[in-house]
């Protein structure tokens, strides 16, 4: 995820707020094609109606030559259900999921048929049983890229291996524009510390990649 020095990922206004440079956007076009699927939330495909493809055909044919699909999977979580099927995610790059709940599914009905497959995880959304499908389906890296609510619903699950964290050279300063995460009970609370992995500078833009789970450091 991308963020402005201050942790926001967006502002408020109507136009999406673009925090990264083209450099950084090719470091992602890199990760999305060495990923076997992409998540995001019902909320972030709503908002910005992303296809999330992998842009470089040099990656897609190397994803191809190795005997992967030409796009990895696309996924999206929704507890609602409400799912615009004229959205560009569902009409670009190839197969998606999409993981919701018993109501979720009978609000969505038949309106994917066609686009995507509906998987109904039970009465309440259970990101480990959402895990544990995908790797049914050989998904073994998947890539998290937004937003609020999934970055802070697999933080505070305890379900995330790595960050990369791409910090702008902007300061949003709006209490209602969107962070990288909300609040939450995260495993271990600011006593935890994650280990710094790498640090890499594209242009104007660092890059922050931090190890999850593998320190039991704590602040003193």
Known sequence: MATSIDGYINDTSAQRLLLSNSADFDR????????????????TLRADNPRLLVN???????????GRSE???KITVTESGALDPELRFWHTGGAKLVYTSTA????LGDRLDGLAEVVVLGAELCLPALLDDLGAR???RLM?????????AFL????ADEIRLAIAPILVGEAAAPRFVGPAQFPGGAQRRMRLAAVEQLGDVAVLK??????????E
Do not use: F, K
Not at 28 to 43: C, N, T
Not at 104 to 107: E, K, L, S, T, W
Not at 156 to 159: K, R, T
């Open 28 to 43: 992602v076009d890199e990760i999305r094609a060495e990923s076997d699927a992409i998540l995001i939330g019902a909320q």
């Open 56 to 66: 470089s055909a040099e990656r897609r044919a190397t994803r191809v030559s190795s």
């Open 71 to 73: 796009y990895p999977v």
């Open 104 to 107: 979720g599914a009978a609000r």
């Open 138 to 140: 050989d998904v073994h």
């Open 144 to 152: 998290v890229e937004g937003g609020t609510g999934m970055h802070t």
């Open 156 to 159: 505070a699950a305890g379900l």
């Open 210 to 219: 931090y190890l999850v789970g593998t320190s039991t450091e704590s602040v």
